[in-house]
């Protein structure tokens, strides 16, 4: 019982895991506005950089008659410029995304592609706003104004949390080779008849376990503070549901390792090797999700 005792403990905190991620918030709602809101104050400040110069609110004649390009809240409230989640029908979107805006004749540098990216995002999430009295501009030349934005306190536990979480990336190639090691070790002993082999996928299975226990901790971390564009939302989802699996079965199969260890009558190695062969598969299309969140979903296309 006492080598079992181990495993059982890290399968339960897996579980705990599990329940804290997946289990209604109250606030979930609410973090996912502050989120949006977070990414007007970006978007404001762009907008400011970039097209105030010919739409800005203190303009004689601004270009076209347009002149409340500052003012969000207004232009998503307009659907000839924005229809919110739909940047493909949003004017503004079109406009920027072609580089028609700023003109390219004109002395404004053109959004980079990551600027870009952040009004899109903006849009899908909905084009939410803050109070107009959050954002302060000081009363100066337009080409020398800077921004007050009236950001949200971080605390020292998101602090901690989000350091933490930056690690992820780098932890998670340990589970992935030691539980396909593990895997591969299994598969010989089948076909080799090698006993030897128990003792590697023994020793890979242990480490490989913890490994990928500490790598969802992390990635649950990572999670916790993430601004997604919508369209990669299920992408995470699949990523954290089938790593959270794996870490499950990594452990489910250690319990079975020891079990058939100390019990010396059952001779079985089945119910391991089930575990370890749907393991193997699995913890590959992890990591393709994984890698699909920073290099999109098609990154592996010929």
């Known amino acids: 019982m006492k080598y079992l005792f181990p495993p059982l403990l890290m399968l339960l905190m897996t579980a ?3 329940y804290a991620q997946t289990s209604p918030t109250s606030n979930t709602n609410d973090t996912e506005h502050k989120r949006s809101l977070i990414l ?3 978007v404001h400040i762009i907008f400011l950089n970039h097209c105030a110069q010919c739409h800005g609110p203190d303009l ?5 008659g347009f002149d409340f390009i500052l003012n969000l809240k207004q232009l998503a409230a307009d659907p000839n410029y924005i229809v919110p989640t739909k940047p493909d029908q949003s004017y503004i979107w079109e ?3 072609s580089d028609e805006m700023p003109p ?3 002395d404004i540098p053109p959004l980079s592609e990551k600027q870009k990216e952040t009004v899109k995002w903006w849009i899908e999430s909905g084009a939410a706003t803050r109070d107009q009295s959050t954002v302060i501009i000081h009363d100066i030349p337009l080409t020398e104004r800077t921004v007050t934005i009236d950001q949200p306190r971080i605390s020292a536990s998101r602090k ?8 992820h990336p780098a932890s998670s190639h340990f589970p992935i080779s030691l539980l396909l090691v593990a895997a591969l070790s299994e598969f010989l002993l089948i076909t080799t008849q090698q006993h030897s082999l128990k003792s590697i996928t023994r020793f890979t299975l242990w480490l490989g376990a913890f490994a990928a226990l500490l790598a969802t901790a992390l990635g649950l971390f990572d999670a916790a503070y993430l601004i997604l564009a919508p369209h990669k939302q299920w992408i995470l989802n699949t990523h954290r549901f089938l790593g959270i699996a794996t870490t499950i079965l990594a452990f489910l199969a ?3 390792l020891e079990y058939h260890s100390v019990k010396p009558e059952s001779r079985s190695r089945l119910p391991l090797r089930i575990i370890l062969f749907i393991i193997a598969p699995l913890i590959c299309c992890v990591g393709f999700f994984g890698s699909a969140l920073v290099f999109g979903i098609d990154h592996y296309t010929w």
């Open 16 to 18: 705990a895991l599990l």
């Open 40 to 42: 007007s104050e970006q």
């Open 60 to 64: 004689d004649d601004p270009e076209g």
């Open 95 to 97: 406009v920027i995304e």
């Open 104 to 106: 390219p004749d004109s």
């Open 160 to 167: 901690i949390i989000q350091f933490l979480g930056q690690f």
């Open 254 to 256: 250690l319990i079975s």
